[in-house]
Structure formats: C-alpha cells, structure tokens
C-alpha cells in the first residue's frame, strides 16, 4: 500500500483533503455550495479541450474552473441562479465529452476525469497541484478576517469597509484553484462531495470558525487517507469511497450534534 | 426531402427520431410545470440519482429503462418526502446525497466493466445515444410518455392552482401534498424518458431547456406548452440528423447525438433570451401566473 509508484497518490490525496477541508467551511458558511457544484463541471470540459489540442489537463482545467467561476460570479449577481447555469452546465458536461471523443481514447478518460483516478497523478501534476492549493489556502488566510465577516453578516462587514462583492470574487477564485487542485484525484463528480461533507459535519459540531476549520481537516483528512487505502486494497473506484465516507461522517455529526443539543 | 426520406429508411435513425420526438413532447408538458414551481434543481438532482439505477441496471444487464423509472421516481417519492423538491438557500444535505448517489454510480460503473475499462459504461449511462436505443424498448418508452402526459392532463387544474398559490388552493380543498406527490411521480417518469434519450447527467437539458424557451415565448400556458414541444422537437430532429450527417463530413467520425440535442438547446433558449431583450416577445406565460422562474 505504501510502495513507491503510490507515494504521489498519499502525497497529493494529503494536499486536497488539507485544501478542501479549509476552503470548504467557507463554502459552507456563505452558503455557496453551488458554486462548488457547478465550477467541476466547467473543469470537467477544460481538461477535455486540453486533452483534445495535446496539453496537460491540469492546464486546461485551470483555465476552464477560472472562467467558469468568473462566469458563475457575474451571472449570479442578479441573485438568481435561474435555468440558464443549469443548461450552461450540462452543455460544459456534453461539449467535454464531446471532445474527448474527438481524441480517440475516449471512455476511460472521461471515467476518470468524472470519478477520478488515484494513480493518475504524476511528478508535473503534483507540483502544479500543490501550488494551486497552497495559493488557494494563503488567499484564504490572507483574508480571512473580511471572509469571515462577509460570509456572517453581510451588512455588517459592508458598514465596516468590507468590499462584500470583492470578496466574494476573490472566494470564487479560491474554489476554482481548489477545483483544479482535486479533480484529477476525486473526480469532477464527486469533488462536490469532499467540498460540502466533511465541513458541513464540522460546522455542525463546532463552536467556532478555528475549531471548524480544525476539525473539517481532520475529517476530510480522514476520508481521504481511508478512501485511497481502500481503493487501492479493493481496486474500487476512489470517488465511491470519498462519497459515501463522507456522507457517512455527515450523518453522524449531524447525530451528534442532536444528541448534545437535547 | 429525398434525403429525408433515405434517412427512414435507416432502423436506428427511424427509432431515434420516434423515440426522440415522443421524449420530447411529454418532457415538455412535464417540464414547463417543472420551470414554473421552481423545482429546475429538483429535475436536475433527480438526473443524478436515476444514473445510480441505470449503472445498476447496466450491472445487472436489465433494461436501463427500468432502473432509471425506478431509481427517479423512488428518488422523487423521497424527496417529496423529505420535503426538498425546492432549493433551499444553504441546505447541503440535499447535495451530500447527490454525491453518495453518484458515489454508487461509479461503483456500479466499475463493477460492471470488462478488463480494465470502466469507460464506456460510463459514457453509456451518463451521456447515452439515442442512436442506441434497441427497437424493443421503443412500443415501453412510447406508453412511459403516454401515462406522463395522461397524468399531468388529468391533475392539470389542481396543480396549476397549487403552484400559483399553494394557501389558495388548500382552501379551495386541494389536496396539496396528494398533488405535489404525484407531480413528483410524473416529474421521475419525465426524468427517465430523458436519461435514456440523452444521457443520465444530459436530461436536465431536455427537461428545463425547452420548457424555458416555451415559457418566454408563449403568454398562456397551453401556448407555451404547445411551443416548448415544439422546440422540443425540433432541437431532437436536427440533433439527430447532424449527428447521422456528420460521419460524413468529419471523415468517419461521427459528432455525439447527445451532445448535438443539448448544443441546439442552448442555443434555442439563448435566441429566446434575446429575441426577449430586444422586445420582440413580451410576456411569459410565468409571469402572467404570477410566478416569475424563467
């Protein structure tokens, strides 16, 4: 399990469990689940069109998950998120798959590009990916007193010179660096899951936003850890593992949490 | 209309445009309901949960017909039940179920492939061919949308009240929940019909886009069924026969039936959104209603 050609799977599987553990509280606390719905998708037909021309798929999905994201930040202005993202989204989904049968290897890397693939990663990925993540945490960090602020009370933090609207710009950034980050490990299906679960669990049982943050690592990391061991013990696929542990640890925070109330 | 009448004589094409234009039709009366009571997400989870029956079905080499009626329409009772049919502001425990289903979803996937690919189950059940369809299934799918569109006729009234004003009509004495109920039911049957035209995760398209165009460019609702169907129709026909044509034109590799039919979708909804910014269509059978979702 821990052999050598595994190392950049623990390695990188570490890197987005860290990532979407932090940046998933936030996601979480603004009420943005969403956008962390819908920019996979957009990454899912960035990698195919990169994959088509013959560049990397990080390349492709990066700029795909910027632009989608930025796309999801103008629309969602007007407040409504209305019929046109939905179809936005499935046409991104058909045009990916679109392309990657123009490319000739066609199912497996639209099963992997949707459902992940642990041994994917190589040397190049890796670096790629742990520099997105770690610029993705360092913004988060850096504003984490006005990202606070705007996610809670919105009114408030705009009385105290908080630019709301530039934050939330900047936040959509985040996701879409985490995005690109995760989806070739998770897969674009099933990043949601990783995304919304385990911080959702540690908002449930939290008492305040460090502790969140804390605790959304540890169970996200836990996921993970326990979801690669398991597919590569079992040779399942790794997104099954991450859905359904994380959807389990959903459940009994949300128990937990019940409990302690009463 | 010569090549029209060559393109019949071809069997799978005869059976995509049946199959398609009967998919068409009942998603549009289905889904221009589904537009006016908001319930696009509801549409769009229930399209995750039915691949989770269709990968099943694949596994277990039934009908994916059946497991895509099954699993959409179980998922439609329960979120009836739960209570989810509408986008709730922060509530995330809808979208960790969608997860957990698609979770299941590539488990089923990887277990039913051959060797070392999972790929083109995959590609199967979640972007599907209408180019695929065994003749057999076609007499099922005809009678499916049949009942859907039998059942959305005979609750027409009722559940038009309920979605302007669910306080009206329970006291008027409709049954609210009877009515949200089956209009769940109806909604998975839609849902099915859809994931095996186009795909598990492409139904969405079919359900919501044509229904949004019907709703900008009618102003009374039968109208705006009538024309969702239509768009319907059309987008499904010339889907079809470009995807058929363009074996020809790429040298042999032909473009994805599904993607074609979402492709011309999107595009018919965005000609709508603009013929309406430009003044040139007025009112929304929604608006009209009261209900403004478009």
């Known amino acids: 399990m821990f052999e050598a050609y595994l190392l950049n799977t623990w390695y990188a599987s570490t890197v987005v469990a860290v990532s979407a553990g932090i940046i998933g509280v936030f996601v979480i606390m603004r009420g943005d689940s969403f956008l962390a719905h819908a920019i996979p998708h957009g990454s899912f037909a960035g990698a195919a069109v990169a994959v088509t021309i013959g560049l990397s798929p990080v390349t492709g999905m990066g700029i795909a998950a910027l632009l989608s994201a930025l796309a999801m930040h103008l629309l969602g202005k007007k407040g409504r998120r209305d019929a046109v993202i939905a179809l936005l989204l499935v046409f991104l989904l058909a045009g990916g798959a679109f392309m990657l049968s123009m490319s000739g290897d066609y199912s497996n890397q639209v099963y992997a590009l949707l459902f992940g693939q642990v041994l994917a990663v190589t040397d190049a990925d890796l670096l790629t990916m742990s520099i997105l993540a770690l610029i993705a945490v360092a913004m988060v960090l850096c504003m984490i007193r006005p990202l606070l602020a705007s996610s809670i009370i919105p009114e408030q933090a705009r009385v105290q010179g908080v630019r709301n609207n530039l934050v939330a710009l900047l936040f959509t950034i985040v996701i879409a660096c985490v995005t690109t980050a995760s989806v070739p490990i998770v897969g674009a299906m099933l990043l949601f899951s990783l995304l919304i679960a385990p911080p959702a669990a540690a908002c449930a049982l939290a008492r305040n936003p460090i502790h969140a943050i804390v605790l959304s690592c540890v169970f996200a990391l836990g996921c993970m850890w326990a979801s690669v061991a398991l597919s590569v013990l079992t040779d399942l696929p790794i997104g099954f593992f991450v859905a359904t542990s994380s959807g389990c640890i959903y459940a009994i925070a949300k128990f937990v949490a019940h409990v302690w109330k009463h | ?294």
Not at chain 2, 61 to 77: D, M, P, T, Y
Not at chain 2, 142 to 151: D, N
Not at chain 2, 186 to 205: D, E, N, P, R, Y
Request: proline residues 2%.
């Open chain 2, 1 to 294: 209309m010569n090549v029209l009448m060559d393109l019949w004589q071809v069997q799978e094409m005869r059976t995509a445009l049946v199959v398609g234009s009967t998919v068409a039709v009942a998603t549009a009366c289905i889904g221009v309901f589904t537009v006016l009571r908001g319930q696009s997400f509801a549409g769009h989870s229930l399209t995750d949960l039915a691949s989770v029956g269709g990968s099943a079905a694949y596994l277990l080499g039934v009908n994916q017909l059946w497991g895509f009626l099954a699993a959409s329409v179980l998922a439609g009772l329960g979120m009836h039940a739960i209570g989810i049919e509408r986008i709730r502001g922060r509530d995330v425990a809808t979208g960790i179920v969608l997860a957990t289903g698609m979770g299941f979803t590539s488990l089923f996937i990887t277990l039913s492939m051959t060797g070392n690919s999972g790929g083109s189950a995959a590609v199967s059940v979640l972007f599907g061919s209408l180019f695929a369809i065994n003749p057999r299934t076609v007499p099922l799918i005809c009678v499916l949308a049949l009942i859907s569109i039998v059942a959305m006729a005979l609750i027409w009234r009722p559940a038009l009240f309920v979605t302007v004003s669910p306080q009206l009509a329970h006291a008027n004495g409709v049954r609210n929940g009877f009515i949200n109920a089956s209009f769940m039911c109806i909604l998975g049957i839609g849902v099915a019909l859809g994931s095996i035209s186009v795909g598990a995760i492409l139904s969405t398209a079919l359900l919501i886009g044509p229904a949004s165009c019907g709703l900008i460019l009618a102003r009374r609702m039968r109208d705006a069924i009538v024309a969702a169907a239509g768009v319907g129709v059309v987008s499904v026909w010339v889907g079809v026969i470009v995807s058929y044509e363009s074996y020809h034109w790429t040298g042999g590799q032909s473009w994805s039936v599904s993607f074609c039919i979402v492709a011309l979708i999107l595009m018919m909804y965005l000609i709508c959104r603009v013929l309406r910014s430009l003044g040139l269509v007025n009112a929304a059978a929604g608006r009209k209603a009261g209900v403004a979702h478009v």
